[in-house]
Protein backbone atom coordinates (compact mmCIF):
# COMPACT_ATOMS: atom_id res chain seq x y z
CA UNK A 1 0.00 0.00 0.00
CA UNK A 2 1.10 3.49 -1.08
CA UNK A 3 2.56 5.43 1.75
CA UNK A 4 0.99 8.83 2.33
CA UNK A 5 3.06 11.74 3.33
CA UNK A 6 2.28 14.74 5.07
CA UNK A 7 4.40 18.27 5.69
CA UNK A 8 3.49 21.04 7.75
CA UNK A 9 5.04 24.19 6.04
CA UNK A 10 4.27 28.09 7.84
CA UNK A 11 5.04 31.10 6.92
CA UNK A 12 4.07 34.54 8.75
CA UNK A 13 0.80 35.04 6.98
CA UNK A 14 -0.51 31.16 6.20
CA UNK A 15 -0.01 27.84 7.40
CA UNK A 16 0.44 25.66 4.77
CA UNK A 17 0.00 21.82 4.54
CA UNK A 18 1.41 19.55 1.82
CA UNK A 19 0.34 15.87 1.19
CA UNK A 20 -0.14 13.77 -1.41
CA UNK A 21 -2.98 13.34 -3.87
CA UNK A 22 -4.28 11.27 -6.72
CA UNK A 23 -5.71 13.23 -9.62
CA UNK A 24 -7.47 10.37 -10.93
CA UNK A 25 -9.84 10.27 -8.28
CA UNK A 26 -9.41 13.56 -6.14
CA UNK A 27 -11.40 16.23 -7.67
CA UNK A 28 -9.25 18.90 -6.02
CA UNK A 29 -6.92 18.65 -8.26
CA UNK A 30 -9.26 19.08 -11.35
CA UNK A 31 -10.90 22.16 -9.97
CA UNK A 32 -8.18 24.10 -9.08
CA UNK A 33 -6.93 24.04 -12.39
CA UNK A 34 -10.10 24.80 -13.83
CA UNK A 35 -9.93 28.68 -11.94
CA UNK A 36 -6.46 29.38 -13.59
CA UNK A 37 -6.18 31.29 -16.93
CA UNK A 38 -3.71 29.82 -19.23
CA UNK A 39 -3.26 26.56 -17.90
CA UNK A 40 -1.53 24.03 -20.89
CA UNK A 41 -2.84 20.35 -20.82
CA UNK A 42 0.00 18.89 -19.28
CA UNK A 43 -1.17 19.00 -15.66
CA UNK A 44 -4.53 17.53 -16.25
CA UNK A 45 -5.53 14.11 -14.99
CA UNK A 46 -6.02 12.54 -18.79
CA UNK A 47 -2.77 13.51 -19.76
CA UNK A 48 -0.61 12.38 -16.55
CA UNK A 49 -2.89 9.11 -16.96
CA UNK A 50 -1.26 8.85 -20.66
CA UNK A 51 2.07 9.37 -19.60
CA UNK A 52 1.82 7.06 -16.60
CA UNK A 53 0.32 3.73 -18.50
CA UNK A 54 3.08 4.99 -21.53
CA UNK A 55 6.18 4.63 -19.74
CA UNK A 56 5.50 2.74 -16.46
CA UNK A 57 5.31 5.67 -14.34
CA UNK A 58 4.84 5.35 -10.51
CA UNK A 59 3.58 8.46 -9.72
CA UNK A 60 4.00 11.25 -6.98
CA UNK A 61 2.13 13.99 -6.89
CA UNK A 62 1.17 16.81 -4.35
CA UNK A 63 -1.27 19.25 -3.61
CA UNK A 64 -0.68 22.29 -0.96
CA UNK A 65 -3.59 23.16 0.90
CA UNK A 66 -3.96 26.33 3.60
CA UNK A 67 -5.31 25.94 6.87
CA UNK A 68 -9.14 26.50 5.47
CA UNK A 69 -8.26 23.63 3.06
CA UNK A 70 -8.34 25.76 -0.02
CA UNK A 71 -5.97 24.83 -2.69
CA UNK A 72 -2.99 26.71 -3.08
CA UNK A 73 -0.94 24.55 -5.14
CA UNK A 74 -0.15 21.34 -7.31
CA UNK A 75 3.24 19.65 -7.88
CA UNK A 76 2.86 16.48 -10.78
CA UNK A 77 5.87 14.09 -10.33
CA UNK A 78 7.28 10.69 -11.48
CA UNK A 79 9.62 8.17 -11.23
CA UNK A 80 11.84 6.81 -13.84
CA UNK A 81 15.01 4.65 -13.78
CA UNK A 82 18.04 5.24 -16.89
CA UNK A 83 21.26 3.46 -16.69
CA UNK A 84 22.67 7.09 -16.98
CA UNK A 85 20.64 9.17 -14.48
CA UNK A 86 19.89 6.74 -11.70
CA UNK A 87 16.72 6.76 -9.85
CA UNK A 88 15.14 10.06 -10.59
CA UNK A 89 11.64 11.97 -9.50
CA UNK A 90 11.02 14.51 -12.19
CA UNK A 91 8.12 17.07 -12.81
CA UNK A 92 6.28 17.42 -16.05
CA UNK A 93 6.21 20.14 -18.17
CA UNK A 94 7.28 23.26 -15.90
CA UNK A 95 7.14 22.07 -11.95
CA UNK A 96 4.58 23.49 -9.32
CA UNK A 97 1.67 25.41 -10.12
CA UNK A 98 0.70 27.22 -7.22
CA UNK A 99 -0.54 30.52 -6.10
CA UNK A 100 2.01 32.18 -3.97
CA UNK A 101 5.42 32.20 -3.15
CA UNK A 102 4.67 30.16 -0.05
CA UNK A 103 2.59 27.31 -1.61
CA UNK A 104 5.78 27.11 -4.46
CA UNK A 105 8.32 26.43 -1.95
CA UNK A 106 6.58 24.00 0.10
CA UNK A 107 5.49 22.04 -2.74
CA UNK A 108 9.33 22.34 -3.71
CA UNK A 109 10.15 21.27 -0.02
CA UNK A 110 8.00 18.73 0.60
CA UNK A 111 10.11 16.91 -3.04
CA UNK A 112 12.95 17.74 -1.43
CA UNK A 113 12.36 15.89 1.87
CA UNK A 114 11.07 13.02 -0.36
CA UNK A 115 14.38 12.73 -1.96
CA UNK A 116 15.82 12.73 1.31
CA UNK A 117 14.51 10.23 2.50
CA UNK A 118 15.05 7.34 0.00
CA UNK A 119 18.44 5.83 -1.43
CA UNK A 120 20.30 7.21 -4.37
CA UNK A 121 17.45 9.74 -6.02
CA UNK A 122 17.62 12.63 -7.58
CA UNK A 123 14.95 15.55 -8.24
CA UNK A 124 14.67 17.02 -11.25
CA UNK A 125 12.10 19.86 -12.54
CA UNK A 126 11.76 22.51 -14.67
CA UNK A 127 10.81 26.32 -13.70
CA UNK A 128 9.94 29.59 -15.92
CA UNK A 129 11.74 31.78 -13.96
CA UNK A 130 15.06 31.55 -11.49
CA UNK A 131 13.37 32.83 -8.61
CA UNK A 132 13.91 30.47 -6.45
CA UNK A 133 17.25 30.00 -6.89
CA UNK A 134 19.28 29.61 -3.49
CA UNK A 135 16.29 29.13 -1.67
CA UNK A 136 15.52 25.52 -2.28
CA UNK A 137 18.73 22.36 -1.27
CA UNK A 138 20.94 25.08 -2.57
CA UNK A 139 19.46 24.85 -5.72
CA UNK A 140 20.54 27.39 -8.76
CA UNK A 141 18.78 26.76 -12.32
CA UNK A 142 20.64 26.08 -15.44
CA UNK A 143 18.73 27.29 -19.07
CA UNK A 144 17.37 24.72 -20.69
CA UNK A 145 14.89 25.76 -23.53
CA UNK A 146 13.03 27.99 -24.71
CA UNK A 147 9.16 28.23 -25.03
CA UNK A 148 6.74 29.90 -27.34
CA UNK A 149 3.16 31.50 -26.84
CA UNK A 150 0.97 33.07 -28.78
CA UNK A 151 -1.49 35.73 -27.01
CA UNK A 152 -4.39 34.92 -29.71
CA UNK A 153 -6.64 37.93 -31.44
CA UNK A 154 -10.27 38.27 -30.93
CA UNK A 155 -10.39 37.60 -34.47
CA UNK A 156 -8.47 36.06 -36.69
CA UNK A 157 -8.40 39.12 -38.89
CA UNK A 158 -6.40 40.96 -36.32
CA UNK A 159 -3.11 38.35 -36.44
CA UNK A 160 -0.60 39.88 -37.06
CA UNK A 161 1.80 37.64 -38.55
CA UNK A 162 5.22 37.97 -40.85
CA UNK A 163 4.76 38.21 -44.34
CA UNK A 164 6.60 35.58 -45.72
CA UNK A 165 3.94 33.62 -43.49
CA UNK A 166 1.12 34.87 -44.92
CA UNK A 167 2.56 33.80 -48.84
CA UNK A 168 3.48 31.05 -47.63
CA UNK A 169 -0.31 30.02 -46.62
CA UNK A 170 -1.82 31.45 -50.07
CA UNK A 171 0.70 29.44 -51.61
CA UNK A 172 -0.87 26.12 -49.95
CA UNK A 173 -4.16 27.18 -51.08
CA UNK A 174 -3.23 28.19 -54.35
CA UNK A 175 -1.06 25.18 -54.89
CA UNK A 176 -4.47 22.68 -53.56
CA UNK A 177 -3.27 21.53 -50.01
CA UNK A 178 -6.48 21.05 -47.92
CA UNK A 179 -6.91 20.60 -44.12
CA UNK A 180 -9.32 18.49 -42.50
CA UNK A 181 -8.84 16.31 -38.93
CA UNK A 182 -8.56 13.06 -38.50
CA UNK A 183 -11.32 10.67 -37.51
CA UNK A 184 -9.78 7.30 -37.18
CA UNK A 185 -6.79 5.28 -35.24
CA UNK A 186 -5.63 4.23 -38.98
CA UNK A 187 -5.41 7.68 -39.97
CA UNK A 188 -3.36 8.30 -36.34
CA UNK A 189 -1.01 5.28 -37.67
CA UNK A 190 -0.36 7.00 -41.24
CA UNK A 191 0.71 10.17 -39.45
CA UNK A 192 2.60 9.26 -37.32
CA UNK A 193 4.67 7.37 -40.18
CA UNK A 194 5.16 10.75 -41.09
CA UNK A 195 5.75 12.09 -37.59
CA UNK A 196 8.63 9.04 -37.25
CA UNK A 197 10.39 9.41 -41.26
CA UNK A 198 10.91 13.13 -40.09
CA UNK A 199 11.87 12.90 -36.96
CA UNK A 200 14.75 10.64 -38.35
CA UNK A 201 15.24 12.99 -40.63
CA UNK A 202 16.21 16.11 -38.34
CA UNK A 203 18.27 13.49 -36.21
CA UNK A 204 15.23 14.19 -32.97
CA UNK A 205 13.97 11.55 -30.74
CA UNK A 206 10.25 10.80 -31.46
CA UNK A 207 7.80 9.99 -29.32
CA UNK A 208 6.69 5.99 -29.12
CA UNK A 209 3.30 5.18 -30.75
CA UNK A 210 2.15 4.22 -27.58
CA UNK A 211 1.96 7.81 -26.29
CA UNK A 212 -0.23 8.96 -29.20
CA UNK A 213 -2.65 5.70 -29.17
CA UNK A 214 -3.68 6.41 -25.83
CA UNK A 215 -3.81 10.17 -25.82
CA UNK A 216 -6.32 9.10 -28.51
CA UNK A 217 -8.13 7.08 -26.73
CA UNK A 218 -8.23 9.13 -23.57
CA UNK A 219 -8.05 12.66 -24.69
CA UNK A 220 -9.98 13.07 -28.33
CA UNK A 221 -13.45 11.81 -26.67
CA UNK A 222 -13.35 14.83 -24.22
CA UNK A 223 -12.53 17.52 -27.06
CA UNK A 224 -8.62 17.77 -25.36
CA UNK A 225 -6.35 16.25 -28.65
CA UNK A 226 -7.11 16.99 -32.63
CA UNK A 227 -4.85 15.68 -35.26
CA UNK A 228 -5.08 18.25 -38.45
CA UNK A 229 -3.80 16.60 -41.47
CA UNK A 230 -3.06 18.43 -44.67
CA UNK A 231 -3.60 16.70 -47.98
CA UNK A 232 -2.34 17.64 -51.32
CA UNK A 233 -5.26 17.19 -54.17
CA UNK A 234 -4.98 17.24 -57.28
CA UNK A 235 -7.02 15.69 -60.12
CA UNK A 236 -9.51 14.10 -57.49
CA UNK A 237 -6.45 12.23 -55.66
CA UNK A 238 -5.49 13.07 -52.21
CA UNK A 239 -1.71 12.46 -50.63
CA UNK A 240 -1.03 12.85 -47.20
CA UNK A 241 2.05 15.62 -46.77
CA UNK A 242 1.60 16.75 -43.56
CA UNK A 243 0.11 16.53 -40.37
CA UNK A 244 -0.18 18.48 -36.58
CA UNK A 245 -1.26 16.86 -33.53
CA UNK A 246 -3.05 19.90 -31.26
CA UNK A 247 -3.99 19.49 -27.25
CA UNK A 248 -6.72 21.54 -25.81
CA UNK A 249 -7.14 22.48 -22.58
CA UNK A 250 -9.13 25.25 -21.11
CA UNK A 251 -8.34 28.32 -23.23
CA UNK A 252 -4.75 27.17 -24.50
CA UNK A 253 -4.21 24.88 -27.65
CA UNK A 254 -0.82 23.43 -27.38
CA UNK A 255 0.72 22.20 -30.44
CA UNK A 256 2.25 19.21 -29.76
CA UNK A 257 4.05 16.93 -32.51
CA UNK A 258 4.40 17.51 -36.73
CA UNK A 259 5.15 15.08 -39.27
CA UNK A 260 5.40 16.46 -43.13
CA UNK A 261 6.78 14.80 -46.08
CA UNK A 262 10.19 15.63 -47.07
CA UNK A 263 9.47 15.98 -51.08
CA UNK A 264 6.46 17.71 -50.34
CA UNK A 265 8.06 20.47 -48.07
CA UNK A 266 7.59 23.09 -51.12
CA UNK A 267 3.50 22.83 -50.61
CA UNK A 268 3.54 25.06 -47.59
CA UNK A 269 1.51 22.27 -45.76
CA UNK A 270 3.02 22.98 -42.24
CA UNK A 271 1.87 26.71 -42.51
CA UNK A 272 -1.17 26.26 -43.53
CA UNK A 273 -1.56 23.35 -40.85
CA UNK A 274 -0.94 26.37 -37.79
CA UNK A 275 -2.83 28.74 -39.45
CA UNK A 276 -6.09 26.48 -39.57
CA UNK A 277 -5.35 25.56 -35.88
CA UNK A 278 -4.77 29.28 -34.96
CA UNK A 279 -8.18 30.35 -36.86
CA UNK A 280 -10.36 27.47 -35.18
CA UNK A 281 -8.86 28.77 -31.96
CA UNK A 282 -9.74 32.43 -32.34
CA UNK A 283 -13.26 31.33 -33.43
CA UNK A 284 -13.80 29.12 -30.53
CA UNK A 285 -12.53 31.96 -27.75
CA UNK A 286 -9.41 30.48 -27.27
CA UNK A 287 -7.05 33.24 -25.84
CA UNK A 288 -3.39 31.66 -26.42
CA UNK A 289 -1.51 29.24 -29.02
CA UNK A 290 1.34 27.21 -27.28
CA UNK A 291 3.89 26.66 -29.96
CA UNK A 292 6.08 24.92 -28.04
CA UNK A 293 9.81 24.47 -26.70
CA UNK A 294 12.99 25.27 -29.01
CA UNK A 295 16.15 24.25 -27.47
CA UNK A 296 18.82 26.99 -26.87
CA UNK A 297 21.03 25.87 -30.26
CA UNK A 298 18.15 26.08 -32.74
CA UNK A 299 17.98 29.60 -34.12
CA UNK A 300 16.17 28.63 -37.07
CA UNK A 301 12.89 27.04 -35.34
CA UNK A 302 13.11 30.21 -32.94
CA UNK A 303 13.11 32.64 -36.06
CA UNK A 304 9.95 30.99 -37.37
CA UNK A 305 8.04 30.36 -34.56
CA UNK A 306 8.57 34.24 -33.71
CA UNK A 307 7.51 35.28 -37.52
CA UNK A 308 4.16 34.26 -35.86
CA UNK A 309 4.14 36.24 -33.51
CA UNK A 310 4.88 34.12 -30.86
CA UNK A 311 6.92 35.02 -27.76
CA UNK A 312 9.87 33.09 -25.56
CA UNK A 313 10.24 32.39 -22.19
CA UNK A 314 12.91 31.10 -20.74
CA UNK A 315 12.43 27.17 -19.03
CA UNK A 316 15.57 26.83 -16.24
CA UNK A 317 16.28 23.01 -14.79
CA UNK A 318 16.81 22.07 -11.39
CA UNK A 319 18.50 19.45 -10.10
CA UNK A 320 18.87 18.21 -6.08
CA UNK A 321 21.03 17.01 -5.07
CA UNK A 322 23.55 20.26 -6.41
CA UNK A 323 26.70 19.01 -7.96
CA UNK A 324 29.14 21.08 -6.09
CA UNK A 325 32.41 21.79 -8.15
CA UNK A 326 30.41 21.55 -11.08
CA UNK A 327 29.23 24.66 -13.27
CA UNK A 328 26.04 25.88 -14.29
CA UNK A 329 27.62 25.47 -18.43
CA UNK A 330 29.03 22.08 -17.52
CA UNK A 331 25.77 20.92 -16.20
CA UNK A 332 23.78 22.45 -19.34
CA UNK A 333 26.51 20.98 -21.63
CA UNK A 334 26.48 17.84 -20.56
CA UNK A 335 23.23 16.14 -21.08
CA UNK A 336 23.26 18.15 -24.33
CA UNK A 337 26.27 16.37 -25.39
CA UNK A 338 24.55 12.65 -24.80
CA UNK A 339 21.74 13.75 -26.84
CA UNK A 340 23.74 14.93 -29.22
CA UNK A 341 25.93 11.61 -29.85
CA UNK A 342 21.77 9.57 -29.59
CA UNK A 343 20.56 11.62 -32.12
CA UNK A 344 23.24 10.72 -34.28
CA UNK A 345 22.52 7.07 -33.40
CA UNK A 346 18.71 7.88 -34.32
CA UNK A 347 19.52 9.33 -37.65
CA UNK A 348 20.72 6.01 -38.74
CA UNK A 349 17.69 4.10 -37.81
CA UNK A 350 14.98 3.19 -40.13
CA UNK A 351 11.49 4.67 -39.19
CA UNK A 352 9.50 1.52 -38.51
CA UNK A 353 12.20 0.79 -36.07
CA UNK A 354 12.78 4.13 -34.75
CA UNK A 355 9.34 3.99 -32.62
CA UNK A 356 10.57 1.19 -30.49
CA UNK A 357 14.21 2.32 -30.12
CA UNK A 358 12.09 5.48 -28.92
CA UNK A 359 9.83 3.67 -26.25
CA UNK A 360 13.18 1.98 -25.02
CA UNK A 361 14.64 5.13 -25.16
CA UNK A 362 12.24 6.77 -22.67
CA UNK A 363 11.57 4.11 -20.61
CA UNK A 364 15.14 4.10 -19.77
CA UNK A 365 15.07 7.99 -19.44
CA UNK A 366 18.65 8.52 -20.14
CA UNK A 367 18.78 11.73 -19.91
Given at each position: MKTRLTFAHSTLSMPLRVSEIDPQTDARWETFLSGLPGICIFYTPPWLRVLEETYGYRSFHLICEDASGHTMGVLPLFYSRGWRSGRVLRSVYTGPLALSDAARLALLQFALKRVDTEDDVK????????????????MTGVPAYETYMLALPERVELLRVDSAIRRAVNKALRLGVKVREAESERE????????????????????????????????????????????????????????????????????????????????????????QAIYDACA?????????????????????????????????????????????????????????????????????????ASAWYHKLHLY
Open positions: LRFKMMSNAIDGQVGGLRAWYRLYAHTMCKLALLPNPYRLFELAWRYLRSRGMLRLLLAEYVKEGKRKLVAGNLLLYYGQTISFDSSGWSEQDQALRANDLLHWAGARWYDFGDVSLDNAGLARYKTKWGAKPDLIYGYSYPVLHGVSNEQKANEPGAMRRLIRVAWHHLPPGMLGR
